[in-house]
């Protein structure tokens, strides 16, 4: 045995208790002990997705009392693949912001790398739990850390997004207390799996009403549009790293969560179609609104809404080949959103507005970055070959299989729209003129390697695909089977 | 027209919602429908393995012990938070503003209530696991303490240093308890102590134990939050 999936949640939140007072001890710690925790569970996430891959999923029991008892955690190719991905960037964000908060007070700094570090463990918690009432607990971690980050730059833009983003979670946290409460009251249990198994004597329209509580709940934190209000004033005033990570890690945890709902948990008919429909509002909205913004990261945050719903849409498909595009495409988004987060907020470092028209002639003055940030251009446009590209091509062969026309000619629509926009920003970068006004700030030396390090992926991806999609099958597959889920977990005996 | 429609949408939402609700029937006495509930398993185990009195503080630090143990980590989490937004450079903290100075019968009585204040809310939590107390209910009691001393006292101080070395050792223990468990016991947050004679002092398991250290944890982490709001004023008015 390697390690157990409890020391996911247990390590960091230790070390989160340490790290105050380890900083009495020496200020420095506080920025490296964060470091080294991730690093510490990237490595037991590959090894025990290894282990999974060959021996089937993990269920770690909590406090000795086995489901449905006590609360659990599952540890299966799905989650485990998304638990790696988000070690993987937790670390990578760390690294990015190791030196970009080099200039803040001690306290400040301290609390940026509580926050960062719990924001990746709420996330991870999320996507690990077997309960659906510590799967509230998770998201309250994940969210208050959410809203601390996102206030962290003080002044009036970010206060306004981060009440936003506050209005709008505690919304969701009662949507959600609401729908466990159904649940509880009908099944007498918490337990995802035993639900699973027993929803079927559920009355159908409590069954309608708790589902769509939770949709509404986590669609608040996955960016589904009519609820995505808070998404784009956050990420433009949040720390740059700290937008790279609601991308990729936070976002990513609460699409897991639907997703979970959707095809373990409930049996409703008509909720993949359900996910299509959101799905497709959210795209088509997301992408109109990209194209008519001025500042860079907002930008950026309407486009990380659209490939969203793009995700859910590919869910919403509901066969092996959906799953595996969405599960390929929330990859390449989690890669190359964080590319473009971290290099974008580079180009605009030294402007007041960060807007898009700031970036004028930037290669001349940080070649390598405007590099990287046109390749993840390129890359999430979905232009051949980039890593982009294999999942926009997985989506619209799922698509075909299940003769979904208008949704192949709706990506294709999407994609064109995705390239104008995109363009615009590498088009400014490489022929105009730099406006005097501006200083380019170079990046550090650490966060260099680290979209040096994005930008390498993206092109491995991209020329050799087959290095991902075999876990991607398996993890596709493991979502797909919820008997196997349903199983592994009620097996369990005293 | 629009603001009808949205009036009409939320009504029809809202009868839904409301007809549910009220067709779940909360406070009957058998609200769960279910063949096999979890409660009465909970009930059932809380007398026999666990020797705990009460039913509440075994869900909440044994069951669910691990809940419990976000929870925590939430509060821990909301208070960073509130001092990441608060937070002024050492020398922009001004004073404390005084309205008007307490009188010396709140300066007299609050020194008296203080100490009594304490040994309460150390009781609470001492006896959580054989009363309807608890450590977050213990926790609050104590903060109340420091809330009437610093009202009573212009110039009473907490040092920041003490709360925060507090707040983190009582996180640590839980944490640590939790991990001492996993290594006795096999699984993460397990009792490893002997449960002990039930309605004793000493008794089921590791629940006082996380219960003193909840306790610690959470008035130390909601007398900096006191003492934070009263502190933080701008260099202005100050």
């Known amino acids: 045995m390697v390690g157990t999936p409890v020391l996911f949640v247990a390590i960091p939140l230790l070390a989160a208790f340490l790290i105050p007072l380890l900083g009495m001890i020496w200020k420095e710690l506080v920025r490296i002990v964060p470091g080294l925790v991730l690093t510490y569970l990237l490595i037991l996430s590959v090894n025990l997705l290894n282990h999974v891959l060959v021996h089937g999923p993990i269920v770690e029991v909590i406090a000795g009392w086995v489901p449905p008892i006590g609360i659990n955690l599952v540890f299966s190719a799905f989650s485990g693949f998304l638990v790696v991905l988000m070690e993987f960037l937790g670390l990578l964000v760390w690294a990015y912001s190791y030196r970009f908060k080099r200039n803040v007070d001690y306290e400040p700094a301290l609390k940026y790398f509580l926050m960062l570090m719990m924001l990746i463990t709420g996330s991870v918690g999320i996507v690990l739990t077997g309960d659906i009432f510590n799967m509230f607990v998770f998201i309250e971690i994940t969210s208050i850390s959410a809203y601390g980050l996102t206030a962290f730059y003080k002044g009036r833009n970010s206060a306004e997004a981060s009440f936003k983003y506050v209005m709008m979670g505690s919304i969701a946290s009662t949507f959600l207390l609401l729908a466990i409460m159904i649940i509880y009251s009908q099944l007498g249990t918490l337990n995802m799996a035993d639900i699973a198994n027993r929803i079927h004597t559920m009355k159908p329209a409590y069954k309608i009403i708790s589902y769509i509580f939770f949709v509404t709940a986590l669609g608040i934190e996955a960016e589904i549009f009519p609820l995505n209000g808070w998404a784009p004033d956050a990420y433009a005033e949040a720390p740059g790293p700290v937008g790279a990570a609601f991308a990729g890690i936070v976002v990513k945890a609460a699409v897991y969560a639907i997703i979970r709902y959707t095809y373990t948990i409930f049996d409703l008919s008509g909720t993949l179609n359900f996910l299509i429909i959101i799905g497709m509002i959210t795209l088509i909205i997301a992408e109109t609104a990209a194209i008519r913004q001025e500042k860079l990261k907002r930008m950026l945050a309407y486009s990380s809404i659209g490939q969203m719903g793009l995700v859910l849409v590919a869910f919403g498909f509901g066969t092996k080949e959906g799953v595996f595009a969405a599960l390929f495409l929330m990859l390449n988004h989690a890669i190359i959103k964080s590319l473009l987060f971290f290099s974008g907020s580079y180009l605009v470092y030294n402007s007041t507005e960060k807007k898009i028209e700031e970036v004028n002639g930037m290669s001349k003055y940080l070649p390598i970055t405007s590099l990287l940030f046109a390749l993840g251009a390129f890359a999430i446009v979905g232009l051949p070959p980039f890593a982009g590209f294999w999942s926009k091509l997985s989506v619209m062969t799922a698509a075909a299989d299940s003769n979904m026309i208008l949704i192949m000619a709706l990506v294709l629509i999407v994609s064109v729209v995705e390239l104008v926009y995109y363009l615009r920003v590498v088009n400014r970068i490489y022929f105009f003129k730099k406006e005097a006004s501006i200083k380019p700030h170079r990046p550090t030396i650490n966060a260099m390697v680290v979209m040096l390090v994005l930008g390498a992926i993206i092109l491995v991806i991209g020329f050799y695909p087959d290095a991902v999609t075999g876990i991607l099958h398996k993890a596709s597959a493991s979502l797909m089977d919820k008997g196997q889920y349903i199983h592994h977990v009620l097996s369990l005996k005293q | ?238």
């Open chain 2, 1 to 238: 027209m629009k603001k009808f429609l949205v009036i009409l949408l939320l009504a029809v939402l809202g009868y839904y919602i409301a007809d549910t609700y009220f067709d779940i029937g909360f406070g009957q006495p058998h609200f769960v429908k279910s063949a096999a509930p979890v409660k009465d398993i909970y009930l059932a185990k809380t007398q026999n393995p666990l020797k705990v009195s009460n039913a509440v503080t075994s869900i909440v630090v044994n069951f669910r012990g691990f809940d419990t143990l976000g929870e925590v980590t939430v509060l821990f989490l909301a208070v960073t938070v509130l001092g990441s937004v608060l937070y002024k450079k050492r020398h922009h903290v001004g004073e404390r503003s005084v309205l008007f100075n307490s009188s010396s019968i709140v300066t007299s009585g609050s020194k008296l209530l203080f100490p009594a204040i304490i040994l309460l809310g150390a009781y609470v939590f001492i006896h959580g696991h054989l009363s309807p107390g608890g450590g977050f209910q213990g926790g609050v009691i104590i903060a109340t303490g420091f809330l009437l001393m610093l009202l009573a006292y212009e110039n009473y101080s907490v040092s920041h240093t003490a709360l925060s070395i507090v707040e983190s050792l009582a996180g640590i223990t839980f944490a640590g308890v939790g991990l001492l468990g996993f290594m006795h016991g096999g699984t993460f947050l397990q009792n490893f102590l002997p449960s002990g004679v039930m309605n004793n002092l000493f008794s089921g398991g590791v629940i006082p134990i996380i219960y003193i250290a909840v306790g610690f944890k959470v008035g130390a982490e909601l007398t900096g939050v006191i003492y934070t709001v009263l502190h933080e004023k701008g260099e202005n008015n100050g």
